[in-house]
């Protein structure tokens, strides 16, 4: 079953590209395998597939003990401080820093660690309640603060986008954010570089890359439906 639904999103990530007028290398897809039992990650991984989003720490570490070593792995989810730590080193790049202290951390274990960590600013685009990220107003600004810090480096912006029935409903929104990391980048400064904007989950990646999105999260449309459990 993944190798088929992978093969459907390729699909549909080179229809989005050619209407973009964008070359597939332009977008990274990620597999989202939060929930998923790792011989469901394996087969992915047969199909060709090296990068892989996770939610939780502890998760991913477990995870990441028992996969092939050249997997990069993406933490996607809300991270708490005190988990940072176990991040460092084993993570190609954290999408989900939206605060100073976050960045602090993050900057602090890695210079324990003597690496230098990649890393996006969530925004939250749409202002939704019930989700983590920056403001649309207060990103640059948090760009600019973790800029100075040690041992990061700031890669673009990463935005979850509201759960619609129609994609189109959040075209909008993604070029908001296209927008905000093209002002960001204007301002040159040192140690930051928004090359990666990360948007677009199973219901909306096309239009995300139709949006200018350079990594496409994908969790159901590749594992199917998660199942939380009662
Ligand atoms: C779960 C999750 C995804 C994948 O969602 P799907 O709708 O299953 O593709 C993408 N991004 C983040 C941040 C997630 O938590």
Redesign the pocket.
Known sequence: MVKENLEDVEARICAACARAGRDRSEVTL?A?S?TKPVPMLEEAYACGIRDF?E?KVQEMMDKYDVMPSDIRWHM??HLQRNKVKYLIGKTALI??VDSIRLASQISEQSVKQNVTTDILIEVNIAGEETKFGTSREEAAALVEEAAKLPNIRICGL?T?APYVDDPEENRAYFRQIKELSVDIDSKKLDNVHMWIL?MG???D?EVAIEEGATMV???????G??NYGV
């Open positions: 990620i989202v939060k989003g939610n996607i989810g999408h989900s990463m979850i990360s989950m199973t219901g990646y999260r994908v969790g159901t449309g590749i594992f439906e998660r």
